[in-house]
């Protein structure tokens, strides 16, 4: 079984900046695409920004200039720097990966179980 683990997130002032880390916990053979995702209270989960396996990324237009989505093959980690965060920031935030834990697996999807980002004014 495979785990996506989160960490990072926190209270932070506004104009603040904070970076999150999501992390397999174990070996996994291959990693495709990987993102994070954010749901604040009562909204719906959205899509934050995405990387593929080549280092290819998106942003929502909401974060686009403030938030820098990277990755480590090597750790098998995704990261979020986030920067200039607004109380609007407030979430959250998942990150998600589509990978293979074995040679021949299929691919499947994985969640983490999420990491509370609160941005006060």
Do not use: H
């Not at 904070?18 to 995702?37: D, T």
């Not at 989960?45 to 909401?62: K, P």
């Not at 974060?63 to 959250?92: C, E, H, W």
């Amino acid at each position: 079984q495979v785990q996506l683990v989160e960490s990072g997130g926190g209270l932070v002032q506004a104009g603040g900046s904070l970076r999150l880390s999501c992390a397999a916990s174990r070996s996994i053979f291959s990693i495709n695409a990987m993102g994070w995702y954010r749901q604040a209270p009562g909204k719906q989960r959205e899509l934050v920004a995405t990387i593929t396996s080549g280092g290819s990324t998106s942003y929502a237009d909401s974060v686009k200039g403030r938030f820098t989505i990277s990755r480590d093959n090597d750790k098998n980690t995704l990261y979020l720097q986030m920067n200039s965060l607004n109380p609007a920031d407030t979430a959250v935030y998942y990150c998600n990966a589509y990978l293979r834990v074995f040679p021949g697996a299929s691919q499947r999807r994985y969640w983490g179980q999420g990491t509370q980002v609160t941005v006060s004014s």
